[in-house]
């Protein structure tokens, strides 16, 4: 069967109970996809107890499982958001932020894996509490506690919450942060105030609040096209203007330390004006080279995570239309240092085999039995190549194979697989010259190759 081949027309002609084994069998040797399956079923009616007995299951010390057992459950609960449940999903989101914080507390890493589904769940917490409100008090002393007493992670976005906060839930953050903005203390607590702050001034909408805010920092480029950004959106372009100038001249005499490598700043409006023209950039032409302009303008601008956002809905949504689409937002997903990710894009819309083969790479070391399918697909399009030098590839990955289903456990397949390849390909007789050259054992029905071909 080819590489391209579909299944699924072969896949149609299977009645319900032979699926369901296919599947079944699948899922046991694949935590996540198990996982996953658990609950949909458990979902389907919008009852979310099984994610959070899933949470109970969740083993933090030294379970290979747990990461994916996280991943399953947040995959429920975007797939729930996306549908509109109207079950009220805040409780079982924000468990699994305080779940994944307490992991990460207790082994000091909040990188790699889980500290993307950290940042992940917090969305997804704040989409919950937007779509189903909770008490607004009583989830800016969460948001409070976070920030002021937990360990400097999850980092949060006020502007994501600020719908479930309302004013109330704004008004208490506004009042703790005043608190410790009078008082002489300094330090970490301090440093989040301050933050804070300039927060609540730009969701607030402020003006003059955030830009005294900006102007007391010390003079960086970045900052003084924020503020002139602010003034304008608020119709003070005369003062936007004045600022612009201000800074450039202030930049120009070197009183400011100039950005790495100097360069003369462009028209200060036109540099203002960076991340709305990349993003009028990207919404034309959605792909990695606008992607990457929009990330970098708005990552200077501090309006990234926000725009990053935006930017992945919309590659998403492109991606269901065919496997071009899928490519760019996978490759966009790997250029963000989000390799899992970029798998499941693949996996969920399809791409190009030397994408999948790049991806499974990366992940045949700690994900075996997901990888075994796409190394299948590469071994035949060695084989149907008819050169030495593929041959020789072939034999290799082959190896690979049989190492991967070992650590899968499943070398019974492995070695059915073989049989059937052997068997299939028995007159290729430098094929067979090669796997023998690798040490991998051949059925014995296979004779000895007398002339290579």
């Not at 927060?199 to 607030?204: G, K, N, P, S, T």
């Not at 304008?232 to 612009?244: P, T």
């Not at 009183?255 to 009028?280: C, G, I, L, Y």
């Not at 190492?403 to 390909?425: C, G, I, M, N, Q």
Request: glycine share 4%.
């Amino acid at each position: 069967m080819s590489p391209h081949s579909d299944l699924r027309p072969y896949l149609r002609t299977l009645d319900a109970e032979t699926l369901a084994d296919l599947l079944h069998a699948h899922a046991e040797r694949d935590p996540e996809l198990r996982h996953s399956l658990e609950l949909r079923a458990a979902t389907q009616s919008g009852d979310v107890s099984e994610a959070h007995r899933l949470l109970d299951a969740a083993v933090t010390d030294g379970n290979v499982e747990y990461t994916a057992k996280i991943g399953a459950v947040l995959d429920t609960l975007q797939r729930m958001l996306d549908l509109g449940s109207r079950a009220d999903l805040a409780p079982l989101a924000r468990r699994t932020v305080d779940d994944i914080s307490e992991v990460l507390e207790q082994s000091g890493d909040h990188t790699g894996d889980l500290g993307d589904r950290l940042e992940r769940a917090v969305e997804l917490y704040a989409r919950a509490c937007t779509a189903r409100p909770p008490d607004p008090e009583k989830l800016a002393d969460w948001i409070l506690e976070v920030e002021f007493d937990g360990p400097g992670w999850p980092v949060i976005d006020l502007a994501e919450f600020a719908t479930a906060l309302g004013e109330p839930g704004l008004r208490r953050i506004k009042s703790t942060v005043d608190d410790v903005l009078t008082a002489t203390e300094a330090g970490h607590r301090r440093d989040v105030a301050e933050r804070l702050r300039e927060q609540l001034a730009e969701v607030l909408g402020d003006v003059d609040e955030l830009v005294a805010i900006l102007s007391a920092k010390p003079p960086r480029r970045d900052v003084s096209l924020k503020i002139v950004r602010v003034l304008r959106a608020a119709g003070r372009h005369s003062e936007a203007i004045a600022h612009a100038a201000r800074a450039f001249l202030h930049d120009k005499n070197g009183h400011a330390p100039p950005p790495p490598p100097p360069s003369p700043p462009p028209a200060p409006v036109e540099e203002d004006d960076d991340v709305s023209r990349r993003r009028k950039d990207f919404d034309a032409r959605p792909d990695r080279e606008t992607y990457a302009a929009l990330r970098e303008a708005a990552t200077a601008a501090g309006k990234w995570t926000s725009q990053r956002r935006a930017a992945l809905a919309r590659l998403r949504e492109l991606a269901a239309e065919g496997p071009e689409q899928a490519e760019e937002l996978a490759r966009v997903l790997l250029d963000d240092g989000r390799p899992d990710e970029a798998w499941r894009a693949c996996v969920r819309f399809g791409a190009s085999p030397e994408l999948r083969l790049e991806l499974a790479e990366q992940r045949a070391a700690e994900h075996p039995a997901e990888t075994i399918p796409v190394f299948r697909e590469h071994v035949e399009e060695l084989i149907e190549r008819k050169d030495p030098q593929a041959y020789q590839e072939a034999a290799r990955r082959l190896k690979l194979l049989r190492s991967l289903h070992k650590r899968a456990e499943t070398p019974d397949e492995f070695t059915a697989y073989l049989a059937a390849l052997v068997e299939t390909h028995r007159r290729k007789t430098r094929l067979i010259t090669e796997i023998r050259t690798a040490r991998i054992a051949l059925p014995k029905a296979v004779s000895s190759p007398r002339t290579p071909r």
